[in-house]
């Protein structure tokens, strides 16, 4: 019995719910990020050790089919909850429980314990992965990947608040689950200070950058293919639109940048890419605080793209910024580093983790334009540190991989489902 214990695999089926977010979303704009390509990325590794994935995530089309494979042994599932369109986050709380029966019902037409484990993304999924695995009665791992305490201590201006059923609904959250997973060893001193989270619950798993899209290329091709000047340095932001990802901070920067060395005005070129998302920021605001600060025509804004061609500008760029105001990890910053592009960043959440400050390049505490165009400047004037920061770029990306990724949630998913056993197990022989 112990051998065929040992051999039977203990999760052969898990389900991810995204509720606000799709993975076949392109990162970069609404509320499309770093969680679209984590769970895209986990869930396909996942299932390549033959583990069935479904992903659920709300349908926000009546074009969108009711089920569609992603990779083999992945399938998303659209759950209708509310209107068939995108909704702003502080609107979705009031389509949870529609989106919770559900998903209740999709498992109900299974074979009983259809799935071992369920991983929940974000707030909202977690409140629905509550009550899921309350009914299934498997265990419930959950990532927060960002926290409302950690944004609301770190708003900017023009940045909402995160409400208070956020905070509120992260600690139901929190106290709910059986395993926490946080992407660094900041954000589970943070699970466990700020939302008294069980030590022994939490698990640090790092995300990774996928290196067979993200890796080095020719600069100059990249920057032909891209229609931008060879000659001269290359400026990216990559990103939502948004006050707390600090698009603002890099056009300020590289004003400064421009008027203390007026010579790079007529090479020097920013690029943003990304679209809006929320109140308070967009295309033609950025634009306008552009020509605010002279130079309107050195910067060049392009929608958000996939990671086939997304490669292309980072290999383009001399260096991308990433001035965050709060950030759980920072994939943006893997993703440049993993094409050989060193990345100036904030020393906010897993910036400090992603970017190998001096090494593979800057972080800077907090977000004054001044000292961003000051580490610019310096770095520009010196070509071998460059040269070096771009090697050990692509040596730092490649300490984090979504394979290892893929194998720390599996040891904590096995971990979950074996306490829950364990625990099943106990009440059983306390109620003989």
Not at 332 to 360: F, H, M, N, W, Y
Not at 377 to 398: G, K, N, Q
Request: proline content about 7%; some cysteine; hydrophobic content about 45%.
């Amino acid at each position: 019995m112990a051998r065929l214990t040992r051999w039977w695999p203990v999760v052969r089926r898990v389900a991810m719910i995204a509720v606000h977010t799709s993975p076949l979303e392109i990162p970069g704009s609404g509320d499309a990020g770093g969680l679209n390509v984590y769970v895209c990325q986990v869930a396909r590794r996942l299932a390549r050790r033959g583990i069935e994935v479904d992903i659920f995530t709300r349908a926000t089309s009546a074009r969108q089919p009711v089920s569609q494979a992603l990779a083999p042994g992945v399938r998303v599932c659209h759950v209708i909850a509310g209107p068939l369109e995108p909704l702003p986050k502080d609107e979705l709380p009031q389509q949870l429980c529609a989106f919770t029966a559900a998903v209740l019902r999709a498992e109900a037409c299974r074979e009983q314990g259809w799935y071992d484990v369920i991983h929940s993304h974000y707030w909202l999924s977690g409140q629905v992965g509550m009550l899921a695995s309350r009914r299934w009665a498997v265990p419930l791992v959950h990532t927060m990947h960002t926290l409302a305490k950690v944004k609301n201590a770190t708003l900017t201006e023009g940045d909402r608040p995160e409400p208070q059923v956020r905070v509120v609904g992260e600690a139901e959250v929190v106290a709910a689950a059986d395993r926490l997973v946080a992407n660094t060893e900041g954000e589970r001193r943070q699970l466990v200070e700020l939302y008294g989270a069980d030590p022994e619950a939490v698990a640090v798993v790092p995300p990774g950058v996928d290196t067979a899209v993200f890796r080095p290329g020719l600069q100059e091709r990249a920057r032909r293919r891209l229609h931008l000047p060879e000659p001269g340095p290359v400026i990216l932001f990559v990103g939502r639109l948004q006050p707390l990802k600090g698009p603002d901070v890099v056009i300020r920067a590289v004003a400064e940048l421009v008027a203390k060395r007026p010579e790079l005005r007529a090479t020097l070129r920013l690029v943003i890419v990304g679209g809006p998302s929320g109140p308070g920021m967009d295309v033609e605001w950025l634009r306008a605080l552009a020509a605010e600060c002279g130079i309107a025509e050195l910067v060049r804004f392009e929608p958000p793209v996939p990671p086939h061609r997304l490669v292309e500008f980072y290999r383009a760029a001399t260096f991308t910024v990433v001035p965050s105001h709060s950030e759980s990890f920072g994939l943006v910053a893997l993703e440049s580093q993993a094409c050989g592009t060193p990345v100036i960043a904030a020393r906010v959440g897993g910036l400090a983790t992603a970017v190998q400050d001096g090494l593979s390049g800057r972080l800077i505490d907090g977000h004054d334009p001044g000292r961003y165009a000051s580490v610019l400047a310096e770095l520009l004037d010196d070509r071998v540190s460059y040269a070096a920061m771009r090697r050990r770029a692509v040596e730092h990306a490649s300490l984090f991989d979504w394979e290892r990724t893929a194998s720390g949630l599996l040891a904590v998913y096995e971990a979950a489902v074996a306490a829950r056993r364990r625990s099943d197990i106990a009440s059983l022989l306390g109620s003989a």
